[in-house]
């Protein structure tokens, strides 16, 4: 606000909207500033990074911005009017005073706004209760078919429950019991559906929200072969901090472990990111045998990164959640899979070994002996490839 505010001194009328306005009166901080404007979001934007130092990043479609500088970014949108030409669809959009840009918000506590200029300034728009259900630690949305207009609303309000220790007040819930039950989720395409998704498993407390959404029975809308393990799910976001998996993907993959062939096409549907979809059903379907094939028979160095090396890192946290013996895990994720021979392929030939599979062979011999503690150094390992090379 130090730099904000004599910057939009003499411009359109601005307010802080949103969920900054909300965790502020929850007496904490926002990562987002989203700032509303009576007028052309772009012209003022362009205005506001000319006069902090700033670049204004314009997008066309719905008229807004971000200015950044490297201490600040703001989001600018023109305040407007929202509606929806089919359920689930895009928004058309339309210039509009405040308040009736705060009536088109998804929940009462994320519809105020701060006004931040001229005798405004400071002054609290709540049109629609937010404050009273901010006490009231409620999440209420504002009109009767904003389920049915924004399926994905139906996470984002198990989203705010969780985050925030809130809870959808009797007939918030009932509209999303309804929605839920005449199959409003399959409205939206899956990618805004994903979006959401991953937001809610990002949360620190996901097992919570994952039970809100069984309760809900909001899991069968998703797809009905879903069957959500809670507690399957709390233990692999906690492997996934163990061996550096990414916490949201080894989750994901503990919804769908339990049937990862029938809800590949669940998975395709959401529009992950190639790397992702494959690191989530790689996880869904290995993890099993991984955890059958740790506890099998005590794995030497060389068994356990044979048998470990080519997972990413979401099986192995969702081996740990299936109740496999950590230590070899936690072995391979901290010193095994980092280990490297000294020597190359160069160096076997200029020893006088022909290029060929002989080569390789030598090579992958020598790194088994090293992991097993038969050779260390670098004239050990030539030795020792030069060996079996022969």
Not at 166 to 178: K, N, Q, S, V, Y
Not at 219 to 232: H, M, N, Q, R, Y
Request: charged content about 30%.
């Amino acid at each position: 606000m130090e730099v904000l505010l004599p910057a939009i001194e003499g411009l359109e009328p601005v307010y802080l909207v949103g969920g900054a306005v909300r965790d502020l009166m929850l007496g904490g901080r926002s990562p987002d500033l989203d700032l509303a404007v009576e007028g052309d979001a772009r012209v003022f934007a362009r205005a506001l990074a000319e006069r902090i130092g700033g670049a204004a990043v314009e997008h066309e479609r719905f008229g807004t911005a971000t200015v950044r500088t490297e201490a600040l970014s703001v989001d600018l949108a023109q305040t407007r009017t929202e509606t929806y030409a089919t359920p689930g669809a895009l928004p058309d959009v339309a210039p509009a005073p405040l308040a009736a840009d705060l009536r088109r918000r998804d929940f009462t506590i994320n519809a105020m706004a701060v006004a931040l200029r001229g005798d405004e300034l400071g002054h609290l728009h709540d049109p629609c209760g937010g404050r009273r259900d901010l006490d009231q630690k409620l999440v209420r949305i504002l009109h009767d078919a904003s389920f049915l207009d924004d399926p994905t609303r139906l996470l984002r309000a198990v989203r705010y429950e969780t985050r925030l220790g809130f809870r959808m007040d009797p007939e918030t819930e009932r509209l999303a019991r309804e929605a839920i039950r005449i199959g409003a989720v399959k409205t939206v395409s899956g990618h805004r559906i994903r979006d959401e998704l991953l937001d809610l498993l990002g949360e620190h407390e996901a097992p919570s929200a994952l039970e809100r959404i069984v309760e809900l029975g909001l899991d069968k809308a998703l797809d009905p072969v879903l069957e959500i393990d809670v507690t399957l799910a709390a233990s692999a976001a906690l492997g996934a901090g163990e061996v550096g998996a990414d916490r949201v993907l080894a989750v994901l993959a503990a919804l769908v472990v339990s049937a990862p062939e029938e809800l590949g096409p669940w998975l395709d549907w959401l529009g992950l990111t190639r790397e992702q979809r494959e690191r989530v059903a790689r996880a869904a379907r290995d993890a099993q045998a991984l955890a059958e094939g740790l506890g099998a028979v005590e794995l030497s160095p060389s068994g356990i990164h044979t048998l470990l090396r080519d997972e990413p890192a979401e099986a192995l946290a969702l081996a740990l959640a299936l109740g496999v013996s950590p230590e070899p895990v936690l072995d391979w994720s901290s010193r095994l899979r980092f280990v490297r021979l000294d020597i190359n392929g160069d160096d076997l030939i200029a020893a006088g070994v022909e290029p060929g599979p002989a080569l390789g062979r030598a090579l992958a011999e020598t790194l088994r002996a090293k992991l097993d503690g038969e050779v260390e150094g670098r004239e050990d390992e030539l030795r020792y490839a030069l060996q079996v090379a022969r």
